[in-house]
């Protein structure tokens, strides 16, 4: 059964069609990442999928109940961390989190003793009598996951959690998500952060203008990019651009101090760079094959036709 | 609807309101010396009737304290970036609405009773009706609480824009309802004139209260007052459904 559901989720803003005809299932257990660049529609469908925002047309579903026609239940099976949401300023770490979890209903002492796990698990203990204005922005965005995971929701949506983040700051946050998966939350993710994604999800959809344009585990959805196989050469010597044109060569882009050729044929055109280095005299410093990327595919999805 | 979470979502909003906009020391001094400042302004050095005037004093106290601060709560928490929290959480418009309204109500009534409460000490103010006190000190700071929410839900997040616009419809409010001049002393077109600001209920409402002499019934100076407080909330509903359709 699908934990997050939408059908036909559609929403503009004056002439502009922010999101269009979008549907997602998202199972239980799963870590779901929704991929696309910025203006695609990624925040706009969060937001339409939480409750923020009324779509259009068509309808949202969170473990059964609908977002629309009953918010306060539905919302209440989900934890969540808005892109631009913050929490309060004027009240302190612990405050945040006790108030937040007030309108779960959870009991005083239930508050407390998990308040108290959770600010531990993201290193606030010390901080947690300060208040928020005080934090650094990473802190902050440890508080507003503190809020987002204290009631155990279902579902957790995270809309760029790590998004301007130092290493540590991240590296806790995407510690906190897989723990939360591992208790058994769905995780509804938005990233920019590609690497992230194809390291914490199970599922990934890119949107690109409003559309879904692919779905698919990582792996899937890289595979479904054999084109874009490719393998990287250095010589000792420069070369020319024009010397790449091959019938297995499909594009040659100078990365550095090497030349990325992207082939259906990465045999062929390794053989196809031994015969240029012996022909014109060249050195071959390295050369490598590689697999498409999850960027790589995500990059293709989202620039539009090739 | 789920009545016992939305209640718990109307509460909740309501102690963040408590907690961060109204229990701040600059709030509750300006709350208590506001009233204090306003008695000197209008019956120091004036051969007044203090027990005639009192009901009006005490309608401006309960109007400005219950308006004061909700106009900057939805501005100040967009700018904040905190209203997009609090409506990730398990909240509605409406409860966020009510939460507003009900933090401004109860600031307001605190402090109208303490000037009450310091009036009737200090001039021994009479109490002719005291359950029409129990039902005029909600109902009216509910009332112009649920103004200072009307007045917050324009798309603004500049609060000094706000406050621009809260005093340019709430200051001129105090000079045409019945505050200066007794209603029953009111000629035709003045008469005309305060009867369309709701404030001119509730001041009638405390005539009613304090001295027995209402130039209205009590029954439509209530009815008046739940009118408008209904058109008020219907109203912010209405331009923060726009605004959030809007996405601002």
Redesign the interface.
């Known amino acids: 059964m699908a934990i997050i559901e939408a059908e036909h989720l559609t929403k503009s803003?004056d002439s502009f069609r922010a999101v269009d005809n979008v549907g997602i299932a998202v199972g239980d257990g799963e870590i779901f990442g929704f991929l696309g660049p910025n203006g695609a529609g990624k925040t706009?469908t969060i937001r339409m999928l939480?409750?923020?925002?009324?779509p259009d047309a068509g309808s949202a579903r969170i473990c059964g109940i609908d977002i629309h026609d009953?918010?306060?239940?539905a919302?209440?099976m989900m934890g969540?961390i808005?892109?631009?949401?913050?929490?309060?300023?004027?009240?302190t770490a612990e405050?945040n989190v006790l108030?937040?979890a007030?309108?779960?209903?959870m009991d005083s002492a239930s508050r407390k003793r998990r308040a108290g796990e959770i600010l531990a698990d993201l290193g606030l203990s010390d901080r947690r009598d300060d208040i928020v204005r005080t934090f650094s922005k990473g802190m902050r965005q440890r508080v507003?996951i503190a809020?987002a995971i204290i009631p155990s929701p279902p579902v957790l949506?995270l809309d760029e959690p790590t998004g301007g983040l130092d290493v540590f700051s991240r590296r806790l946050v995407i510690d906190t998500i897989r723990k939360m998966n591992e208790e058994g939350s769905t995780v509804f993710l938005t990233t920019h952060n590609i690497e992230e994604a194809n390291e914490l999800c199970t599922l990934i959809s890119v949107i690109n203008r409003g559309k879904i344009v692919a779905t698919g585990s990582p792996e899937k959805l890289k595979k479904s990019f054999d084109r874009a196989n490719y393998l990287e050469v250095a010589f000792e010597q420069t070369v020319e651009r024009e010397w790449f044109v091959h019938p297995g060569i499909s594009r040659a882009e100078p990365r550095g101090d090497k030349w990325r050729l992207y082939t259906e044929d990465p045999d062929g055109t390794v053989k196809y760079c031994a015969a240029l280095a012996e022909q014109r005299h060249l050195k071959i410093l390295s050369i490598a094959t590689s697999a498409p990327t999850l960027e790589e595919a995500f990059v293709q999805l989202t620039e539009g036709p090739q | 609807m789920n009545l016992r979470l939305f209640i718990r979502s109307v509460l909740l909003v309501t102690e963040k309101n408590m907690r961060i906009y109204y229990f701040k020391g600059g709030v509750i001094i300006f709350g208590l010396l506001f009233p204090f400042l306003m008695f000197l302004t209008f019956f120091i050095g004036r051969a007044l009737n203090l027990v005639l005037f009192f009901p009006a004093f005490l309608g401006m106290m309960l109007f400005f304290s219950s308006s004061s601060t909700g106009p900057l709560i939805t501005p100040w928490e967009k700018r904040e970036k905190t209203y997009e929290r609090l409506l990730s959480l398990p909240v509605t418009l409406e409860s966020i609405i009510l939460g507003d309204i009900l933090a401004g109500s109860l600031f307001g009534m605190v402090i109208t009773t303490i000037v009450w409460g310091a009036g009737t000490l200090l001039i021994h103010l009479p109490l002719a009706d005291p359950v029409l006190m129990v039902v005029t000190l909600p109902l009216g700071a509910f009332t112009f609480a649920a103004l200072g929410t009307l007045l917050s839900s324009p798309a603004m997040s500049n609060p000094s824009n706000v406050m621009l616009l809260s005093n340019l419809i709430r200051l001129p409010l105090i000079f045409v309802s019945g505050i200066f001049i007794p209603l029953s002393q009111l000629g035709d077109w003045e008469w005309m004139l305060t009867s369309l600001s709701p404030l001119t209920y509730l001041v009638d409402l405390f005539d009613g209260v304090i001295t027995g002499s209402a130039v209205y019934s009590p029954a439509l100076d209530i009815a008046i007052l739940v009118m408008v407080i209904l058109i008020f909330i219907a109203m912010a509903r209405m331009i923060q459904q726009y605004n959030l359709s809007k996405g601002i």
């Open positions: 803003f706009t939480t409750g923020v925002l009324t009953n918010p306060l239940e919302k209440t969540i808005p892109e631009n949401g913050t929490v309060y300023s004027d009240l405050q108030w937040t007030k309108f779960y209903g507003s809020c949506f």
